[in-house]
């Protein structure tokens, strides 16, 4: 509809004429290059972090491909380690086996041994009184045959020792018997045999070199050196003189005359002298005390008889013979026939009551 205000104006009756339009930025041929280059550009760059995404991505499979090497070989190692682990284990576990197959052996043997030891072994008690019986024959034999008192008494204090270690009431009355046995050993005196025999071992050995009684002599008086200016007459009177005064000796008889023994005697008479020594050792070993003081006896009579008593090795032996015949020796020796007594009637006492044995 048109509008009034422009109803008589011929101008408003004219069509309008249109602007031309107005050239856009793609118009001109320069904006289109610039549009290939920019397009250029971006499809480099797009190829570059194309290329460079993919040369990561690549580097991240060959990192990852070699870790995933890695850990293959480590878990092929690890099953490795684990199958000689298992073999060691297996191993290990046979060895055990076998222990134990062998253990329990030994013990069903050992227990196979004990109970044959308990039943053919003697208790402890046994053993104990049977050393100790040892023990006392030993002591008798000593007594009945040495006649050694000091071996007895301490094969008496051994047995007593092996007692006390078993400590049981039935032993006491055994005990007491060998306390008595060891009382009456210790009172018996003690006689040194072996120092006495050595002393007659070197009495013997002294026979041979004692001087006898014919052969004392005086010491002579030294003669006074002749002068230097002596006259020759004056010398030949004092040597005359000299051997008159050697024919005649003047002596004080202070003792009984020395019996004069031919030099064809003095070897028997050293060898009976001998004779008599041995046999009073032979008697002192026996214990037979009659026979070795007379012979101590009668070997020191003949030495102050037919030795020269001034000489030091001839006092010697006849004080040494003098103290061995002083010397007492006991006459009569006790004997363990009580301790014996004591331990037989107490084992066969344990024969009739076995069960009674302790172990």
């Given amino acids: 509809m048109d509008d009034p205000a422009t109803r008589g104006d011929p101008r408003a009756s004219a069509p309008t004429a249109v602007a031309p339009a107005r050239p856009g930025p793609f118009s001109q041929p320069v904006s289109r290059g610039l549009f290939i280059l920019l397009a250029a550009a971006l499809a480099v760059a797009l190829v570059a972090g194309w290329m460079a995404f993919r040369n990561a991505q690549r580097d991240m499979r060959m990192e990852v491909g070699k870790r995933l090497a890695e850990a293959d070989a480590a878990l092929a190692q690890a099953r490795t380690r684990e199958s000689d682990l298992g073999n060691e284990l297996r191993e290990a576990q046979a060895k055990l086996a076998l222990l134990e197959t062998r253990l329990s052996e030994s013990q069903t043997q050992q227990a196979s041994l004990e109970a044959l030891y308990r039943e053919l072994a003697p208790s402890r008690d046994e053993l104990a009184l049977n050393e100790?019986?040892?023990i006392l024959l030993l002591a008798s034999q000593q007594l009945a045959i040495a006649n050694n008192v000091q071996a007895a008494l301490a094969a008496l204090?051994?047995?007593?020792a092996k007692l006390s270690r078993v400590d049981r009431p039935q032993l006491v009355p055994l005990r007491r018997a060998l306390a008595r046995d060891i009382d009456r050993l210790k009172a018996v005196p003690y006689v040194d045999v072996p120092g006495m025999s050595l002393k007659l071992d070197q009495a013997i050995t002294l026979v041979t070199a004692l001087p006898l009684a014919r052969d004392e002599r005086l010491p002579a008086a030294p003669a006074p050196p002749p002068?230097?200016?002596?006259?020759?007459w004056l010398r030949f009177l004092r040597e005359a003189w000299v051997e008159v005064r050697s024919l005649v000796r003047v002596e004080v008889a202070d003792r009984p005359a020395a019996p004069l023994v031919p030099p064809a005697q003095e070897y028997y008479l050293r060898e009976n002298l001998r004779l008599r020594l041995l046999s009073a050792r032979v008697a002192l070993l026996s214990h037979?005390?009659?026979a070795f003081k007379s012979d101590v006896n009668a070997a020191n009579a003949w030495i102050k008889q037919y030795f020269d008593t001034r000489t030091k090795a001839v006092q010697t032996l006849v004080a040494t013979l003098t103290q061995l015949s002083a010397t007492p020796m006991p006459t009569?020796?006790?004997?363990?026939a009580a301790s014996l007594g004591a331990l037989r009637s107490l084992k066969a006492t344990r024969e009739r009551s076995p069960g009674q044995a302790s172990r």
């Fill in 157 to 160: 204090q051994l047995a007593d």
């Fill in 227 to 232: 002068p230097a200016d002596e006259p020759a």
């Fill in 132 to 134: 100790v019986e040892q």
């Fill in 288 to 290: 037979d005390d009659n």
């Fill in 332 to 336: 009569e020796l006790p004997d363990v």
